[in-house]
């Protein structure tokens, strides 16, 4: 089957990859090409394939490398937490999701007010493997509500033509 996966880690003659298919780590025989922070099309025998990541998702995503550590730039939602089922609250409270990546920590907090309010933002990731989650926060650049939705929507002009205006008048 294939997959599409981004190189986070390599040592050992293997590489950790992110599979963006199953929204877990994986590890390949070490092949020469591979590059840390780079985006693939992943073979049934292992092959990795450069592609672009707008092959994979048309949303942001970008890959940068920062201290040999996989950085994404993408985004996340913070669900309510009374849109969480008891069961998930338990586990996932607290914890911002991207509908690529799964769940994500958020160490330093900055996520923690939204999840009153149910915001999507655009983070900045970093690769820091820990037991359930894979990715960190470290940046937020920006967020979006609905309620901010709706009033761009309201505020947005609109050009009509002459013979718009005209079938209005009629």
């Known amino acids: 089957m294939t997959s599409y996966c981004v190189v986070c880690e390599i040592a050992q ?10 929204q877990q780590l994986t590890i390949l025989p070490s092949n020469s090409n591979a590059a840390i922070g780079e985006f ?3 073979g ?19 890959f940068s490398v920062k201290r040999s550590k996989t950085h994404i730039k993408t985004f996340v939602i913070c669900p309510k937490s009374d849109t969480l089922s008891s ?4 586990t996932f409270s607290g914890k911002p999701w991207s509908p690529l990546l799964g769940f994500v920590r958020d160490p330093k907090g900055m996520l923690a007010d939204s999840f009153e309010k149910g915001r999507r933002h655009e983070v900045l990731l970093k690769y ?3 037991s ?21 929507q309201q505020t947005k002009t609109t050009m009509t033509t002459r013979s718009q205006t005209r079938a209005r008048k009629v």
Do not use: M
């Open 40 to 42: 693939y099309r992943s």
């Open 13 to 22: 003659g293997q590489i950790t990859v992110f599979d963006f298919t199953k």
């Open 87 to 90: 069961s998930l609250k338990n």
């Open 128 to 130: 820091s493997p820990i």
């Open 132 to 152: 359930d989650t894979v990715f960190d926060v470290v940046n937020v650049t920006n967020f979006k509500t609905k309620r901010d939705a709706k009033q761009v």
């Open 44 to 62: 049934r025998n292992g092959a990795l394939t450069s592609v672009d990541p707008e092959v994979f998702v048309k949303e942001s995503l970008e």
